[in-house]
């Protein structure tokens, strides 16, 4: 069963990733204050005429193998979180360094 419960969590992020599509950007890191460009705010959730209203995101992260920024109440903010919190069981370790090497 626990098996199972992997294997689910594993095609949750596999089918996330295949519905996206990956991109790089270059960014800023000022201080605490990282400056992202339009494409990259746009793809985070911010609106284009409603400047004032934000996105709220958040950082998860497990060293030094996964770290993610994601819109706050996502599906994809769910998915990091229960991949941090999976962090600490040895199979999913295995897992995820197994698929880090591909």
Known sequence: ???LAI?????ARLNI???STASEHKVVLDGKTL?????LAVALGWKPGHETD????IL??????FFSITQQGSEQELLSRRT???SQNFQVQKVLEELKDR
Request: net charge positive; charged share 25%.
């Open 35 to 39: 400056y992202i460009p339009e494409a």
């Open 60 to 65: 998860h992260g497990w060293a030094p193998h």
């Open 7 to 11: 294997s689910r969590h594993l095609k």
């Open 54 to 57: 934000g996105t709220k995101l």
């Open 17 to 19: 990733r295949a519905l």
């Open 84 to 86: 941090v919190e999976s």
């Open 1 to 3: 069963m626990f098996r």
